[in-house]
């Protein structure tokens, strides 16, 4: 089975401070990469697909990049309504699934 | 608007069976694959397993040997059976259409598994 990972585990920032959360994969997963945004005590929202592709509505701070195995999650520039926790979620075919990494907390410093 | 909901009790007995349903609206359940995930308390997101309209499932394999999930077209519903559950299974399940990435949620229903 592909395992997902996550650093940082937790992050702490500033208002206005650029934000990076890294994902990586146990094996090569091409770019079936989503990111998702969890607030607290709410849904978790889709992001990013397809490794590097906003999702309608998705403000322009957000952004995603990677290939492969390793992959990024960017905040340009952190607002109080980003804090929230953050998790990647491989959809790889072969084998078909959906495993989601052990998310980022992120919160306002 | 595509809204998905689900349904169900709300507290299950150990050893017991945990069925839910959700129901899709603004959405033929006959396009797409649809899912479910679920998130014990305090803990991370956990997909179960998804079904397509004609009826193909994958699961999770840790999770394999007692779910099951089903369709009904005709109410444009899908439904999670997850049997011999333990407070383990305790959790908010999440029901979500797959794009293939989750774009649409449910709210979550909260099953408590007493012992």
Known sequence: DIQMTQSPSSLSASVGDRVTIT?????????F????????????????????TLQSGVPS?????????????????????????????KYDSAPPGFTFGPGTKVDIK | QVQLQESGPGLVKSSGTLS?????????????????????????????????????????PSLKSRVSISVDTSKNQFSLTLTSVTPADTAVYYCARSVPAFDVWGQGTMVTVSS
Request: aromatic share 18%.
């Open chain 1, 61 to 89: 701070r957000f952004s995603g990049s990677g290939y492969g195995t390793e992959f990024t999650l960017t905040i340009s520039s952190l607002q109080p309504e980003d804090v929230g926790d953050y998790y990647c979620q």
């Open chain 2, 20 to 60: 839910l349903t959700c129901t899709v609206s603004g959405d033929s359940i006959n396009s797409y694959y649809w899912t479910w995930i679920r998130q014990s308390p305090g803990k991370g997101l956990e997909w179960i397993g998804y079904i397509y309209a004609g009826g193909s499932t994958y699961y999770n």
């Open chain 1, 23 to 31: 994902c990586r994969a146990s094996q090569g997963i091409s770019s």
């Open chain 1, 33 to 52: 990469l989503a990111w998702y945004q969890q607030k607290p005590g709410k849904v978790p929202k889709l992001l990013v697909y397809a490794a590097s």
